[in-house]
């Protein structure tokens, strides 16, 4: 048995809204309506605010702290690739269970390992982005080491200004990636429902777009630091 033109188009709905969401949110980065963006301001300030001092141990331990996360979902990425692997040989007893509980049909072997199959794609996905997120924030802590002493901003703040534009640059860069990764895990989460058939898959996709793009673009976190920015009066 093969995909039938149902799970196909389950599958590219499920794939067009992933990269719509991707592209919306970064069509937003520069500006103030995301939780993201408002974020990359505060990595901005505290970019500036390392500039004008001399000890940097603090920035070197949030750092730290970022890479450590990181690290945790890229290692959690090749477990569960380890794990789907693990499934293929349990792929029948998968079917079984999947056509006890599918709401559009029968199942087989060779459905429940494609499936099984994209799944590892997905994590593979996550880990690149977590991976690279994580050699990103190592080149941010060298950017950091580089940004001049106080005295020398004030003798050439031009090139003071370049350098924090770079570890500004690169520190976006990276938050944007393991955002990136973070959402490949809500989205696998998602993918899940195509075990028990393409409607499942279609409103599990739904239902955790809902989720994330509120806490995106709804949350409390998101109202707080928008509302210091408004009273702030600092500029998109």
């Known amino acids: 048995m093969t995909l039938d033109w149902l ?12 990269l719509g969401y991707n592209r919306l949110t970064q069509s937003l980065c520069d500006s103030d309506r995301s939780l ?6 505060e990595r901005a300030r505290w970019m500036r605010t390392a500039l004008g001092r001399d000890l940097r141990m603090i920035d070197t331990a949030v750092l ?10 890229a290692s959690a990425c090749i477990f569960a ?14 079917a079984e269970i999947s056509r006890d509980l599918s709401v559009a049909g029968p199942s087989n072997r060779v459905l429940v390992e494609i499936k ?25 802590a060298i950017l950091i080491g580089a940004l001049p002493m106080r005295a020398d901003v004030e003798k ?11 570890a500004v640059s690169l520190n976006v860069s990276a938050g944007w990636n393991f955002n990136a990764g973070l959402r490949a895990i809500f989205f696998a989460l998602a993918y899940l429902g195509w075990f028990l058939g393409p409607y499942v898959l279609v ?20 109202k707080n630091l928008k509302a210091n920015l408004d009273r702030s009066g600092e500029a998109p």
């Not at 799970?7 to 992933?18: C, K, Q, S």
């Not at 993201?36 to 301001?41: D, E, P």
């Not at 050439?156 to 770079?166: F, G, S, T």
């Open 7 to 18: 799970d196909l188009a389950a599958l590219g709905l499920y794939v067009a809204i992933w």
């Open 36 to 41: 993201s963006s408002l974020m990359n301001r």
């Open 64 to 73: 730290a702290s970022l890479q450590q996360g990181t690290g945790f979902f």
């Open 81 to 94: 690739i380890g794990g789907c692997f693990a499934l293929l040989g349990s792929a029948e007893i998968i």
């Open 116 to 140: 099984l199959l994209g799944l590892v794609v997905i994590f593979a996905y996550a880990f690149f982005k977590f991976a690279w997120s994580y050699r990103l924030f190592n080149y941010c």
């Open 156 to 166: 050439d703040p031009e090139a003071a200004e370049a350098a924090l534009d770079r």
């Open 203 to 222: 409103a599990s996709t739904v239902f955790v777009v809902a989720i994330i793009a509120n806490r995106q673009f709804r949350s409390p976190a998101y």
